[in-house]
């Protein structure tokens, strides 16, 4: 009688708190307002075809049912027709798809419902007003909708970040790379390492709780493929003995692993800006000596008229910076002024600017007047930017440079290369446009190199990720040195601590699960 | 002081007979020869001890019931207290001027520190206990508190008033009803079964009711909680067979010494009550492919594995260790239980079997051959309370003034009750002069983790303590427990002794006037090298070093350091754990590192 009593008791007990939240931060942040039901017009705003509102939250069925009364909830994630009607007066407000998404195959994870209804402002409007007098229904806050799938652990955190991209992209290899992280690339690569240093950490933890405690039983470290020294152990002898032995610590598979993955970051990280220059667009910098036609060259990549152009040397004064689409990428062409000395004030400050632009930049566009190479502003120009960036370290500095020769249509006919002396260069007449389609294909070749490019693995795509996979790599040289087990073992922790901000998740339990999975501790 | 009353005449109602609204029972309204305390703890075991004796220490008329005066203090499984996290729990108990690190400093027969070479953060205070003397020094204790009433009774039920408008809770509680009828009113009641409710004892295919070998369970009262909504869940547990000690071959098995010197449980204590050289030693065998064979050929006659009921993962019997990790072979310490006891604890082989098998199990092992079993192995199933339905001072959700402490929530383990206890002793008696609740933190100590752990998440297997389960685990060191908790206990919770206080003050600012005296010297590291030869200081280049950083160097202690600097630093090395605990800040303190 005991045991049927038991084992409802025992199902209570497990009933309203299943399943147990796995992580710490499940369990003590459950998102804001979660409980409440939230709708939101999910499409753009103003006049268009059709127009999609959301709904997420246990009342959705509810409202879904008041809107289309007296209708029954359509079937799950079938489009169907319906006629919506406002639930106080009864008015019909429009004719409209309807989705019925119960939780947890939703977006957020909770009951969903989706109106695709007319785009006029006012069906918008008149629906949302609706769904505002449904009891338990509130507007959703900005980006609530994505918070709450992080919450129900629907997207992970380096997910959320790839559909906000993809929301915003503006260029092909933008939506690329946007794409695939919502797909989980980044997430998955850092979840992977983080199950690595998870794994080592476990082993150092079951080594500093159990090895003299409970004497963590030989056998089963084969299992875990970790071998210590516990062989040693049990055909050894005493628990002073298990002491001497902890000596050779680290215990060597955390050491071999934390060393793989060192070098796994390395890589990364070397990887440098280029996630990053995709998403927020390359610093593509214009420079050369006065009246080479920098701002024409401006002006016909942006395809608008950025620049003032005249034959007045030193025009551009200040920094000019327009956002554009080169060949699929992102990039921020700057136009900056010429670049010579002993001029007014005002100009000379313009140079200052240029000069430190030129620092910043991922590319530098160094314009010269083919038709002016010999002058004073053109050799100074070769010979303090273009021969530098050149001969500069091609790999580890990321600046690059191409020179281009304008006002080739000036050059006598025929000859194809007039100046084989200088560093490999392309011809161009912003006039003309002839060499256009030369520099863009070169300029997609540096901007593929800069930018990295998305279809070959996942990218690290804000400083944010660069920041932990550094305070990562730091950490895992702490362990390295660490004085004792205790510390190194705060080293991996700190590492880890550091992986799992990158996708949000990581508590102890994890690691006392792989404890138990792979050691049979006990007394 | 030690009173045991007689059966009351008086029935009270009873939720377990009649509908809980017809039950109105009024602290006014209480006769006047009603028993009256403003704390009652129910039981005596590690929890229970801990919660009457802080809540009496914290100024509250508290009252004891246990089942049997002569089990109070009694250590039901392993003869041992302390280890790694264990040892940092009792430290922090002892902060608190706690009671089972004082009565282990009393009772050892074989201290040890664990994990020596690990770091400060990690190390593990150990002792096999005497369970005797464990005992009768409990007792003793307990009996001589002041404020403290001991009295023999199995509770039933509770007795629950309207809620205090001002606090959550659906009920109050304001005694309890006896099993003889008697009824004693208290102005907060703490709850700590361990395993008694509805305690099923295991041995092969035998089940029966107890809550302990030889005790009844609580079946009325785990009853009652479950009218009142608590949800309850069902774990497991188990201990070994003992063996008669003059009938295991000791000669052929590796011994274990004990530490010397002694290291006390207690900051209050400079040594233990025994010498090193009396203590006695421990040993180790192993089982074997044999041992194997007569488990997996005998499941069938083993209910308690088969049962789905959640055991713990971490300290498994004989069983789940052959299911679960098949040929291998396991150790098996063999642990005295007492200065003059007979009988030999084998840690690491808990089981079920029946009785006969687990005779010809034993006799398989090596050293072992001729062991004769006095008491066979059994496994515990008792009822615990989801722990998620108390708050982090340990009061119930659903009753308030209700306090559950130990096992009842979950956990196993002397220390964890302990700690557990402690805290429900300290807020009951705080509930009850409307003070604030004591809540110590996951920042601030392994019990904060422990009972934030417990009431955020909850658990489905016996909880134990970790240090890995601690994030801020190099700051919360056994060493440092009485700087994180006894000046919070004394002012806070009034738990503290004076003399305890005083203790921890002058540590405090001996520690800090150390600090910064080995900050004020400074030398050539040449100079410190020939002061110190034994250092592995470079004398390549010649660098002014503070003393303190030289105290980080590995092989450097206070010791070294006083001898090469006599003053003013002889004085920091007259008391052993003020030497220790500066070398132990010194490696902490950041800034210009050793290395």
Redesign the interface.
Same mark, same amino acid.
């Given at each position: 009688m005991w045991r049927g009593l038991w084992t409802l008791v025992s199902r209570a007990a497990r009933g309203p708190h299943s399943p147990r939240p796995c992580t710490r931060q499940g369990s003590r942040y459950p998102g804001p307002g979660s409980g409440a039901t939230i709708f939101a017009l999910s499409s753009g705003q103003g006049r268009c075809g059709i127009a999609v509102i959301r709904t997420s939250g246990p009342a959705s069925g509810h409202a879904l049912r008041s809107l289309t009364a007296p209708r029954d909830l359509p079937p799950a994630r079938k489009a169907c027709l319906r006629l919506l009607s406002d639930p106080r007066s009864g008015e019909p407000l429009d004719r409209a798809l309807v989705l019925w998404f119960p939780g947890p195959q939703s977006f957020t994870g909770e009951d969903c419902t989706e109106f695709h209804v007319h785009g006029g402002p006012a069906v918008v409007s008149g629906v949302l007003q609706a769904l505002g007098s449904v009891p338990g229904l509130r507007p959703a806050e900005a980006g609530e909708f994505t918070r709450r799938a992080f919450a129900h652990g629907k997207l992970s955190l380096t997910e959320v970040e790839g559909l906000a991209d993809l929301i915003h992209a503006e260029t092909e290899a933008q939506r690329r790379q946007a794409l695939r992280q919502l797909d989980g690339e980044l997430g998955d690569l850092c979840r992977g390492w983080a199950e690595t240093l998870t794994k080592a950490l476990a082993h150092v933890e079951a080594y500093i709780d159990f090895s003299e405690d409970d004497n963590l039983e030989e056998g089963v470290l084969d299992q875990g493929g970790s071998p210590w020294g516990w062989e040693v152990e049990i055909s050894g002898i005493q628990r002073p003995q298990v002491l001497l032995l902890s000596l050779s610590f680290p215990p060597s598979t955390a050491d071999s692993e934390v060393r793989k993955l060192e070098v796994a970051l390395g890589v990364h990280l070397r990887d440098a800006r280029r996630g990053q220059r995709l998403r927020s667009g390359a610093h593509v910098v214009v420079a050369g000596p006065p009246n080479a036609g920098k701002s024409s060259l401006v002006n016909l990549l942006s395809r608008k008229p950025v620049s003032i152009v005249s034959p007045e040397p030193g025009t551009t004064r200040d920094v000019l910076e327009t956002p554009v689409d080169l060949a699929g990428f992102p990039a921020l062409l700057s136009d900056t002024a010429g670049l010579r000395e002993g001029v007014g004030p005002v100009e000379q400050e313009g140079v200052r600017r240029a000069q430190k632009r030129l620092e910043q930049a991922d590319l530098i566009l160094a314009v010269l007047d083919a038709t002016d190479l010999a002058s004073p502003a053109s050799c100074n120009f070769l010979d303090t930017v273009v021969i530098p960036a050149g001969a500069g370290n091609p790999s580890g500095n990321s600046q690059r440079l191409l020179l281009v020769l304008n006002k080739s249509d000036l050059l006598p006919a025929g000859c194809s290369d007039p100046h084989p002396d200088l560093p490999s260069h392309l011809l161009l007449s912003c006039l003309t446009g002839e060499g256009l389609d030369g520099l863009l294909e070169a300029l997609k070749k540096e901007l593929a190199a800069l930018c990295g490019d998305p279809s070959t693995g996942p990218l690290l795509t804000r400083s944010r990720h660069q920041h932990h996979l550094q305070g990562c790599l730091d950490a895992l040289g702490q362990y390295k040195q660490a004085r004792d087990l205790a510390l190194a073992a705060e080293a991996l922790r700190v590492a880890r601590g550091h992986l799992s901000r990158l996708t949000g998740g990581g508590g102890t339990e994890e690691i006392l699960d792989i404890i138990f999975r792979d050691f049979c501790v006990g007394k | 002081m030690f009173c045991i009353r007689g059966c009351g005449r008086r029935v009270a109602a009873s939720l377990t007979k009649q509908h809980l609204a017809s039950v109105r029972f009024g602290g006014d309204s209480a006769a006047p020869w009603t028993p009256h305390f403003d704390v009652v703890v129910i039981g005596g075991g590690h929890a229970g001890t801990e919660a009457a004796a802080a809540a009496a220490r914290c100024g509250s008329r508290t009252l004891l019931l246990t089942h049997r005066v002569d089990t109070i203090g009694q250590m039901s499984c392993?003869p041992s207290f302390g280890?790694?996290?264990k040892g940092h729990l009792m430290r922090e108990v002892d902060a608190l001027d706690g009671l089972c690190s004082r009565i282990c400093d009393q009772s050892g027969i074989h201290y040890?520190v664990?994990?020596?070479?690990?770091?400060?953060?990690?190390w593990?205070l150990?002792a096999q206990i005497d369970r005797k003397l464990y005992k009768q020094n409990m007792q003793k204790e307990i009996l001589n508190t002041p404020r403290l009433t001991i009295q023999e009774g199995a509770v039933e039920d509770l007795i629950l008033t309207e809620p205090e408008p001002e606090h959550t809770g659906k009920y109050r509680v304001s005694g309890v009803v006896l099993a003889d009828g008697s009824t004693i009113y208290a102005e907060s009641v703490v709850l700590t079964t361990g395993t008694f409710l509805?305690g099923?004892i295991v041995i092969g295919l035998e089940m029966h009711p107890a809550g302990r070998l030889g005790d009844q369970p609580s079946i009325g009262l785990a009853q009652t909680l479950?009218k009142l909504g608590f949800?309850?869940?069902?774990l497991k547990t188990g201990t070994p067979p003992r063996i008669a000690k003059e009938s295991v071959n000791f000669s052929i098995l590796?011994?274990?010494t004990p530490d010397n010197p002694s290291i006390p449980f207690s900051f209050i204590n400079q040594t233990v009550w025994i010498k090193p050289e009396d203590q006695l030693p421990c040993y180790?065998t192993?089982t074997n492919p044999r041992v194997d064979e007569i488990v997996l050929e005998n499941l069938h006659l083993n209910c308690h594995v088969k049962e789905t009921?959640r055991g713990p993962?971490?300290?498994?019997s004989i069983e789940s260790?052959v299911l &679960?990790?098949p040929? /291998?072979?396991?150790?098996v310490?063999l642990e005295p239980e007492g200065m003059d006891s007979d009988l030999i604890y084998p840690?690491?082989l808990?089981v079920t079997l029946p009785a006969e098998l687990q005779e010809k199990m034993i006799t398989c092992i090596r050293g072992l051959e001729n062991a004769k079993m006095v008491q066979p192995g059994y496994g515990v199933q008792y009822?615990y309370m989801?722990p998620?339905q108390i708050s982090p001072s340990l009061e119930t959700h659903l009753v308030q003034r209700l306090f559950f402490a130990g096992q009842i929530n979950g956990t196993t383990g002397y220390e964890e009750a302990a700690a557990q206890g402690v805290i429900a002793g300290i807020n009951a008696s705080l509930r009850v002069r409307h003070k604030p609740p004591f809540v110590i933190s996951r920042t601030e100590g392994y019990i904060g983790v422990l009972i934030d752990d417990l009431t955020?998440?909850?658990t489905?297997e016996p909880y134990r303590m970790?240090?890995? &389960?601690a994030?801020f /685990?190099?700051s919360l060191r056994p060493d440092n427990a009485d700087s994180r908790l006894t000046f919070r206990g004394y002012k806070e919770a009034g738990c503290v002794s004076q003399q305890r206080y005083e203790r921890a003050s002058w540590m405090k600012s001996s520690l800090e006037e150390g600090i910064s005296m080995l900050k004020s010297i400074e030398f050539l590291s040449t100079k410190w090298k020939t002061l110190i030869p034994e250092s592995s200081i470079s004398s390549g280049k010649s660098l002014p070093l503070r003393a303190l950083d030289v105290l980080k160097y590995?092989e450097v202690d206070m010791e070294l350091l006083a001898r090469a600097v006599p003053e003013p630093l002889k004085k920091y090395t007259q008391c052993r754990e003020l030497a220790e605990r500066l070398k132990i800040e010194a490696?902490r303190n950041k800034g210009s590192s050793a290395?």
């Open positions: - | 392993n280890g790694i996290g040890k664990l994990n020596r070479r690990k770091g400060p953060a990690v593990g150990r509805r099923m479950e949800v309850v869940g069902r590796n011994k274990q180790l192993h009921t993962r971490y300290c498994p260790k &679960r990790f040929n /291998r072979v396991h150790q310490w840690q690491g808990s009822d989801d998620r955020t998440l909850g489905n970790f240090t890995s &389960r994030e /685990r190099l590995e490696t290395r």
